[in-house]
């Protein structure tokens, strides 16, 4: 493997390079590519500056200060104080010091949380791991759009509820939950919210004090910062077990000696974001609806997630008949980076359990399409892409197995009331 290393950018594909094809990389839900200006804040904390920002002299205090400065930086973003900001390796682990962090805190009082059926595998495996562990967990459906209902929450939330944790968008389908509602209601009850903001700081506005949240997790790569890097807010005064233990750092909620270079990364993307995020929200959702609005044109054809209520920069389609994992990869013969079913696991060929909440039949989940533009997409991108959908997708079906025809068939099959097949 380390043959790769360093090599430039789709040597693995020659016919890729050498015949000028056009690459558009529309994953951005999955991961962003680090931003130029931050990388080149970066660099100097790699062999320059690369002081233990625990250590008094001068090398360990600048480590120090760019640790100060970045975590200003995110507070901002966030309009939380900086001493309410814990740096972590990425959203994962951000999502796990909350939710075993709290229930270890309040598991001998209350015993009980509270999350939906369609949260990322960092809130809903370390869920299945709490339940092993004997706390209480309630998974709230979601109706067709992908949003939770206020009245399941009043109805499952008791006294018993520590925490309540639902994600503000869904990495998916970009649906975006009210978290305002959903803190006053789980305030009323004296629980705790957390909520998992991983696909919305940087892209959409985050008011930590506004929508009344007590924990929060955000993640760097998706903002065009370094991979392996995140935060967790805690509102001053939230009580918390650390899950890793050591030398005190991060006020003694995340021991282990900081990751300067990655989180002054974390900080630069985060003081970009801020800066752009009303234009470039703008900008997307524009090409966003465009996407929408050619691509339902294309027959059997959905959009998955809320028609309003989304990511600025989200679309998520089904077109029927056709294998997701096909589309994909013919895509990115034609130089186009997309993904179907649960980006963050797609090695497994699973129907992804978000479409399956909203109500998706498996066939249909397993037809689907994620794009997630991002800073780098050019409306040109747009036009190329709504070129080359609706030809891969018409060849696609014209191989398929699985038409209008045989899904009549199977239907029929299906239907109790069908007596035609039995002999
Ligand atoms: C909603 C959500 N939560 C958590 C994560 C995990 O973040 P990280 O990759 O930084 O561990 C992701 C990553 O895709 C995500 O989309």
Known sequence: ?????????????????????????????ATTPVDPRVKEEMITYFSDEYGNASQMYQLGQHAHMALELARERLAKLIQANPGEIIFTSGGTEADNAALKGIM????????????????????????????????????????????????????????DTALVSIMHANNEIGTIQPIKAISEITHDAGAIFHTDAVQTVGKISVDVQEMNIDL??????????PKGV???????????????????????????????????????AASIASNSLFEEKKRLAKMRDQLITNLLTIEDSRLNGHPTKRLPHNTNFSFKFIEGEALILRLDDRGIYA????????????????????????????????????????????????????????????????????????????DPNNHDSEN
């Open 339 to 414: 993904s179907t079913g649960s980006a963050c696991s797609t090695k497994k060929l699973k129907a992804s359990h978000v479409l399956l909440a909203i109500g998706l039949r498996p066939e249909i989940a397993h037809s689907s399409l994620r794009l997630t533009l991002g800073r780098g997409n050019t409306p040109e991108d747009v036009n190329y892409v709504l070129k080359i959908i609706p030809e891969v997708i018409q060849e696609l079906r014209e191989m398929s197995a699985f038409t209008k025809e045989t899904e009549e068939y199977v239907m029929q099959l299906k």
């Open 1 to 29: 493997m380390e043959r790769f290393l360093g090599r430039p950018k789709f040597f693995w594909n020659k016919d890729r390079r050498t015949n000028n094809l056009r690459q558009v990389y529309m994953d951005h839900g």
């Open 216 to 225: 929060l997790s955000m993640s760097s790569h998706k903002i065009y910062g």
């Open 104 to 159: 270890l805190t309040k598991r001998t009082e209350k015993n009980h949380i509270i999350t939906s059926t369609i949260e990322h595998a960092a809130i809903l495996n370390t869920c299945k791991y709490l339940e092993k562990q004997g706390i209480k967990v309630t998974y709230l459906p979601v109706n067709k759009h992908g949003l939770i209902n206020l009245e399941d929450l009043k109805t499952a939330i008791t006294k």
């Open 230 to 268: 995140g935060a967790l807010y805690k509102k001053e005064g939230i009580k918390l077990e650390p899950l890793i233990h050591g030398g005190g750092h991060e006020h003694g909620y995340r021991s282990g000696t900081e990751n300067i270079a990655g989180i002054v990364g974390f900080g630069k």
